[in-house]
């Protein structure tokens, strides 16, 4: 399938996880990609992989914090492959996983930076670039708890919610610019961010593991990836100002409690 043949992609946070199984689905299905982290090394492999596959790429490294960083991307992609067609933000981290009265003012500003403002920046400077070309899409990686509330993760909660608000306004805005702008909400899904918070962060594990109803497991990158990648085609073409959850039925409701734990110790175990 070469829908996205002539057409180029920006994945920002591309080097690992959901992004970078993103960035290689891109390519595999023939588009252009700039491949952008804040960590060389990583974008490095994911770059590799692309090439390695037969798949068009070339990277840049910069922080999505950083206002000046974003904008060179967005111009160093448009110098590079002629344009701008499709923008995946994949931008941010969960946070300190504390509650609220235990989480300093410091970290809460740093957390709404990493997942709130540097999806406004990376928006500010991709909607000048698709405005150019006469047509976009973008899509904002929110969370599951973007729409519900989640505790111990309040400050992470707060920003991905601001991320769908920011997704619908510019939904709104950009209708008539034949720009559309949609955000992925991801249940657990197994990451090395994902992975590295279990590790780090106490608590961490039960939270996770508390998303993983009803299908009883986490999900993959891939299966993220798949989702951003539809958002970005032609296939979802009338979709705009959606936050889709992709989250194994986690929202529907719940099973039965017994089977719930069942499967929150089985994905404690799994990861």
């Known amino acids: 399938m070469d829908d996205f043949a002539g057409r180029v992609a920006l994945v920002l946070g591309a ?3 959901i992004g970078q199984a993103a960035s290689r689905l891109f ?3 023939g588009a252009q990609v700039i491949v952008a982290d804040r960590f060389a090394e ?3 492999c994911t770059l590799e992989l692309i090439r390695s596959e037969g ?3 070339d990277l840049f490294v910069g922080d999505a914090m950083e206002e000046d960083a974003v904008k060179a991307c967005v111009a160093y992609t448009v110098s590079r492959f002629g344009g701008l ?3 995946f933000n994949v931008v941010g981290d969960p946070g300190p996983f504390r509650d609220l009265s235990d989480v300093s003012l410091d970290e809460f500003e740093l957390c709404l930076r990493r997942n709130t403002i540097s999806c406004f920046l990376a928006m500010k400077y991709e909607i000048v670039a698709m405005k150019q070309r006469g047509r976009g899409a973008i899509v904002n990686t929110a969370s599951l708890a973007g729409l519900i509330g989640s505790p111990g993760l309040g400050a992470y909660a707060a920003a991905k919610h601001a991320v769908i608000g920011l997704t619908k306004s510019a939904a709104l805005e950009l209708a008539e610019a034949n720009i559309r702008v949609n955000a992925l909400c991801p249940g657990a899904t197994d990451t090395p961010m994902l992975r590295n918070s279990i590790a780090v962060a ?3 594990a039960q939270i996770w593991s508390s998303m993983v ?3 009883g497991r986490v999900a993959t990158a ?3 990836a798949e989702a951003a990648v539809w958002l970005c085609s032609e296939a979802s073409g009338f979709v705009t100002g959606h936050a889709l959850p992709v989250d194994g039925g986690h929202l529907a409701g719940n099973r039965a409690p017994q089977r719930q734990e069942q499967s929150k110790d089985n994905v404690e175990q799994e990861l």
Request: proline share 4%; no cysteine; net charge negative.
């Open 55 to 57: 798949g068009q790429a």
């Open 85 to 87: 067609d499709a923008a």
């Open 202 to 204: 106490e608590g961490a």
């Open 15 to 17: 080097g690992s996880g």
């Open 27 to 29: 390519a595999r299905r």
């Open 42 to 44: 990583s974008a490095e």
């Open 213 to 215: 109803e009803p299908m």
């Open 222 to 224: 891939q299966e993220q």
